[in-house]
């Protein structure tokens, strides 16, 4: 399971989380882990988030499933990826060596698994989203 949290930097400008990984493979990536025996998708979301970037979270979707056999080369893993908001003060924890918030243009660093795919993935339904937002005018009173 992986998470994509979205959240204001230091600056007030919106961009989503990273951690750097201190275990292999090494890399960047989003946030995420596995699910405990009688654990939800939901609540190990919302755990790992917690553990790795020390921010609570709210989940508002789930973006996809990822089961490339490929998509991690430790084993074959299947991935569940919401999207969540975070608050807080994000600080890199657990499993999190480091931690960044970055918007799409600034995402420059090398990114593990299949997450570059994730984020294009996300970013591609941000853009939907915000087309299909303004296209709907509120209606007129008269």
């Given at each position: 399971?992986?998470?994509?949290?979205?959240?204001?930097?230091?600056?007030?400008?919106?961009?989503?989380?990273?951690?750097?990984?201190?275990?292999?493979?090494p890399?960047?990536?989003?946030?995420?882990?596995?699910?405990?025996?009688?654990?939800?998708?939901?609540?190990?979301?919302?755990?790992?988030?917690?553990?790795?970037?020390?921010?609570?979270?709210?989940?508002?979707g789930?973006?996809?499933?990822y089961?490339?056999?490929?998509?991690?080369?430790?084993?074959?893993?299947?991935?569940?990826?919401?999207?969540?908001?975070?608050?807080?003060?994000?600080?890199?924890?657990?499993?999190?060596?480091?931690?960044?918030?970055?918007?799409?243009?600034?995402?420059?660093?090398?990114?593990?698994?299949?997450?570059?795919?994730?984020?294009?993935?996300?970013f591609?339904?941000?853009r939907?989203?915000?087309?299909?937002?303004r296209?709907?005018?509120?209606?007129?009173?008269?």
């Amino acid at each position: 399971m992986d998470i994509i949290i979205e959240i204001r930097d230091a600056r007030g400008r919106e961009g989503i989380v990273l951690i750097e990984r201190k275990n292999p493979p090494p890399g960047w990536a989003l946030p995420g882990g596995f699910v405990d025996y009688g654990e939800s998708l939901e609540a190990a979301a919302v755990r790992e988030a917690l553990e790795e970037t020390s921010l609570r979270v709210r989940l508002v979707g789930q973006l996809g499933t990822y089961s490339d056999p490929a998509r991690d080369p430790r084993r074959h893993t299947i991935s569940t990826v919401f999207v969540a908001r975070g608050r807080g003060t994000p600080r890199a924890a657990d499993d999190a060596k480091d931690l960044r918030i970055r918007a799409e243009r600034e995402i420059d660093v090398p990114l593990a698994f299949d997450h570059e795919k994730i984020l294009k993935d996300y970013f591609a339904w941000k853009r939907r989203e915000r087309r299909a937002r303004r296209r709907i005018k509120p209606a007129s009173r008269g």
